[in-house]
């Protein structure tokens, strides 16, 4: 799956707006699809957020929701430093 793809099975309209709310070049964000999975994710997830959208289907948004925690996990216990 291309990492557009990707975006958009998590709700993203394209991968540019999350070029653009993520201020990262979407040749960036499609070697962190490769190369990073969980990174691309958190990143789209927060562009998502941030420009008040959700995710479109149940299961992305099982995995928002997951994905959510984790990073608030990794806030709390110090892990994302």
């Known amino acids: 799956m291309s990492a557009a793809k990707r975006a ?15 201020n990262k070049h979407v040749t ?3 070697r962190w699809h490769d190369t990073n ?9 927060g562009a998502l957020i941030m420009e008040n959208q959700t995710p479109d289907d149940a299961a992305a ?3 928002y929701s997951n994905k959510i ?13």
């Open 28 to 30: 960036t964000l499609s």
């Open 8 to 22: 958009k099975q998590l709700g993203a309209k394209n991968l540019k707006v999350i070029s653009e709310v993520a």
């Open 37 to 45: 999975p969980a990174l691309f994710d958190a990143i789209v997830l």
């Open 61 to 63: 948004m099982v995995q």
């Open 69 to 81: 925690n984790a990073l608030k996990l990794l806030t709390i216990s110090g892990g994302g430093k």
